[in-house]
């Protein structure tokens, strides 16, 4: 990797494999990173030591864990009780929008992020959206990043005084085989991301639900062999 | 007030004079109101107090109360130990991006509501930000609030289905004056809110922060006297 400038970014991380690409990606373009990671209410907090691990690895100036409590609005099989789906095709997990959807999550995350940039004075916010294996979800969208820019914009002190943010989703047309390349080119540790939306009671991903069924085809099309245990796979 | 339909409306409540008249305004246009306030690392949790009991005079169909952790990042006097400035002129308040300034506080807010409102099925979020008087934070313009809903409209299930979503700001080109005008003919008991930045420990608001300070003044020109008690007036 380069070297680190005094150029701050701020990096969303959740431990997957898009947001820690998307780290490897940020400090690779020169800046100094201060990752941010949400404890929501999410059923499994396997992710939240996969972020920390993740960040150590790859090297954060600060990285934020924080608190926030998206159940009292429920909404989704991420965060309520409603059944996980598993062993879908992949065309059927494509065409929808997912009963793993949850409502603003992306623009609750980024709002986040403007805060900790203004607040530190940095200008640059990483997310590690993808619009092509992911078309379900409305925020990973071109035109929805596009349009946080904007708004981002508008919202600040630094916006208003003419220090432009600029949301930079540098996975957005990426194939996920593209994505694991990548990574493994900037000398991201794959084995230290979680994926599974249903892990087993000892840690492994269950290789069935729709987020490991994508990452599983993502690391097949990559010719990378996915280095992180399964219960079952297909 | 007009009786209530099933149209629901998601409402950011802080316990202060402009989102308490905006929750009156909801509710005299029909809406079913859900009620969010925020517990943010504000010094003073009599403001959370306070929009409990607006809540309840004014009638909502659910209260939902947040914590977020906006003290992780700093950067404001109402959150961090940085002076309250006290005594200045109407025109050094109105002039500056005041330093009380929270980096993208409605950003946040805003988007806790429209996944308040997703989940709800409610197209219809209203928040109390007002242009004139504060022109200081960049996130009360009518830019900005129709930036966020351009936005709003491309993140969401929701929007992406054409259930487009509105973001009411009703207040936002009235003066304080005209604010507590229509509150009062709309039956708003405004001894109950709180607006001080600093007040007595024994309850009284300091009657010489900026917020004090503009709240006095649109009660003046309003010709209506404020009901709540101040340790000093100017």
Redesign the interface.
């Known amino acids: 990797m380069k070297e680190t400038t005094t150029r701050k970014a701020v990096v969303l991380l959740s431990g997957g494999v898009d947001s820690t690409t998307t780290l490897a990606i940020a400090r690779n373009e020169g800046f100094e990173a201060y990752a941010l990671t949400f404890r929501y209410g999410q059923r499994h907090t396997c992710e939240i030591d996969a972020a920390r691990e993740t960040a150590r690895y790859i090297g954060v100036a600060r990285h934020?864990i924080?608190?926030?409590?998206?159940r009292?609005?429920?909404?989704s099989a991420l965060t309520d009780d409603i059944e996980v789906p598993k062993g879908r095709g992949l065309t059927d997990i494509a065409a929808d929008?997912p009963v793993t959807?949850?409502?603003?999550?992306?623009?609750?995350f980024?709002?986040?992020a403007?805060?900790?940039a203004?607040?530190l004075g940095a200008q640059d916010i990483y997310i590690g959206v993808n619009a092509l294996d992911y078309s379900g979800y409305?925020?990973c969208?071109p035109?929805?990043i596009a349009?946080?820019e904007?708004?981002?914009n508008?919202?600040?002190?630094a916006?208003?005084e003419g220090r432009s943010f600029r949301i930079h989703a540098p996975l957005i047309a990426m194939t996920k085989a593209e994505i694991i390349r990548t990574g493994v080119r900037l000398g991201v540790d794959y084995s230290l991301t979680t994926t599974c939306y249903d892990p087993t009671d000892d840690g492994k991903a269950c290789g069935r639900c729709d987020a490991c069924l994508l990452r599983l085809e993502g690391f097949r099309q990559a010719g990378i062999e996915d280095p992180v245990p399964y219960a079952c796979e297909g």
């Open positions: 934020v924080l608190d926030i409590d998206l009292s609005f429920g909404g929008i959807y949850v409502p603003a999550r992306n623009t609750i980024l709002s986040f403007l805060a900790f203004e607040t409305p925020d969208r035109e929805y349009a946080f904007r708004m981002a508008l919202a600040t002190k916006g208003v």
